[in-house]
């Protein structure tokens, strides 16, 4: 069941929000705004239901978030190095809003961005337009977002894009998960991946380029760990993890990446149409949150990838719609 349960005005335009609910009484909140999802309320292991994401109390904090809390990210999330790249022998200029390099977006990004929306029996479309170079992009791109809510738990978003010009995309969802309803700081919930390998980045959260293995690193989730116990491991001046994980072969029937709370008993898998996902714990959060009080697992294509003749790209043919998809499942 979809129900609208608000709506504001901002910049002369209606944000609203909204609750999809399933049978189990468990729910999600999103709106239009950043195409967001404000709350996801989901049971524990005595079936006491609690919303897991990071979530401001009012709309109004949404429009000037500086951490793109639950919000939609693109045109390109993650970082792009000295704000350019070159696309058939192009070289396009972008925002530089991460010092000298552009982050999620830049300025103008998807988070800032009043969606229109469709209310449909089972889901909520929300649908927006970029145009030829905003944030310096090329092409006028057209994206809809999709949410739904399964009866079993699952959070299914969906990209689709179109563009009339050969353009990089690459989407995500940067909602920060404590699976403890807070009470617990995530450095004390469990990880895994199935994942074949991470990026190497500098003190700026670029990629340098190298791609390695998990083998004997502070990387290596694939049996779960403890996130706290595991940066014992690590030998970096950045503290936490701000890391990309990819697979050589993604099978969507997997899950990418795995989040288990043994305070609360409940669970989070990712999967995803993607080949990798960005694993951030928090550490730069602060104001109305501190450090290490929520983490993303950020379905995506290789950050910086534009610049990188190794990584995968996302390039949007002209007038050809491209999906991709994430799923969240809460056990």
Known sequence: ????????????????????????????????????????????????????ILHYNNIESYFTDPFYLGCTVGRYANRISDA???LDGKTYYLDKNDVENSNHGGFNGLNRKIFDYKVNEDNIVFSTESVDRESGFPGNLR??????FSDNNELNIEYKAM???????????????NLSGEKQSILNHL???????YLETDDSFLPTGNIYPLDNTAFDFRRAGEIGQMLQLKNEIIKGYNTYFGTKSNKSDMPLASVTDNYSGRS????TSMPGFQFYTGDYLSGNFIPFEGLCIEAQYHPDGLNHSLFEKNILEPDIEKIDWIKYSFR
């Open 1 to 52: 069941m979809i129900s609208k349960i608000n709506s504001i005005i901002h910049q002369n335009k209606v944000v609203s929000v909204f609750r999809i609910k399933n049978n189990s009484g468990a729910y999600v909140e999103v709106m239009n705004y950043g195409a967001t999802i404000l709350s996801v309320v989901v049971p524990d292991r005595n079936n006491k239901l609690e919303n897991i």
């Open 84 to 86: 350019k790249f070159i």
């Open 143 to 148: 994206l809809d977002v999709s949410y739904s």
């Open 163 to 177: 563009a009339d010009k050969r353009t990089p995309v690459n989407f995500t969802n940067h909602a920060y998960f």
């Open 191 to 197: 990880f895994k991946v199935n994942a074949d390998y």
């Open 268 to 271: 989070v898998d990712l999967y």
